[in-house]
């Protein structure tokens, strides 16, 4: 069963490095999703694609924070420079179109030192 | 904006017994969609169960049902003959049938840890 893939799994990384996350999603899946997930709360989208383009960035912190899906597919998000704040899980999911059922990764759980 | 509340940090269920969580949501909307995720320590989030507020009938997948009150904006998970592998994350969440320029954007309660005791 085909399922999202992320990397790395676990990321651990100083104050104020840059560190990067991985996500490819279901193959034919037009819409991917970056959410963060705090300890102990829910997730909360960060930033949408359409395919390549965003559609909804509107929490996504863009001072520190950037994202790309340049052909389409696959999509990295970007932190630089890292905050203790942003420890977190940030997970991945896709979906076929925007209101079709989204399809979640393992996750990458970032500790900022 | 809407809200999802799961106002149960913790639940235990003794194996093969019935348990209820509990899950309420604000929303001026009329029509919008319901869900309750699973997520199972250290692996991914996966669909359980999904509400559309349209239709009156309550959604039910093999041991888990839903009991949705649209009036009362209230959406519960009963999940039925409890297993050792239900023990989990479970979020409540909501989605919009549209939220403008595309974004069916999912809101997601802080959710509630469903220990499973043999």
């Known amino acids: 069963e085909a399922e999202v893939a992320q990397s790395p799994r676990y990321k651990i990384t100083e104050k104020s490095q840059a560190v990067a996350f991985w996500c490819d999603p279901i193959?034919?899946?037009?819409?991917l999703y970056w959410y963060r997930q705090i300890l102990g709360q829910g997730p909360e989208l960060l930033v949408q694609?359409?395919?390549?383009?965003?559609?909804?960035d509107s929490q996504l912190p863009k001072d520190r924070f950037s994202a790309e899906r340049l052909k389409g597919v696959d999509s990295t998000l970007k932190i630089q420079p890292a905050e203790l704040g942003d420890s977190a899980m940030y997970l991945c999911?896709?979906?076929?179109?925007?209101?079709?059922?989204?399809?979640f990764g393992p996750g990458t759980r970032l500790t900022v030192l | 904006a809407q809200t999802v509340t799961q106002s149960q940090p913790e639940m235990s269920v003794q194996e093969a017994e019935t348990v209820t969580l509990s899950c309420t949501y604000d929303?001026?909307?009329?029509?919008?969609?319901l869900f309750w995720y699973k997520q199972p320590p250290s692996r991914q989030m996966i669909l359980v169960i999904r509400?559309?507020?349209?239709?009156?009938q309550n959604a039910t997948e093999n041991r888990f049902s839903v009991n949705f009150q649209k009036a009362a904006k209230s959406f519960s998970l009963k999940i039925s003959d409890s297993q050792l592998g239900d023990a989990a994350m479970y979020f409540c969440?909501?989605?919009?049938?549209?939220?403008?320029?595309?974004?069916?954007?999912?809101?997601f309660g802080k959710g509630t840890k469903l220990s499973v005791i043999p």
């Open positions: 999911a896709s979906s076929k179109d925007s209101y079709n059922e989204q399809f």
């Open positions: 193959s034919g899946h037009a819409t």
């Open positions: 694609f359409q395919d390549e383009s965003v559609v909804d």
């Open positions: 929303t001026s909307e009329s029509d919008y969609y």
């Open positions: 509400q559309e507020a349209y239709k009156q």
């Open positions: 969440a909501y989605r919009g049938i549209y939220s403008g320029a595309g974004s069916y954007q999912l809101t």
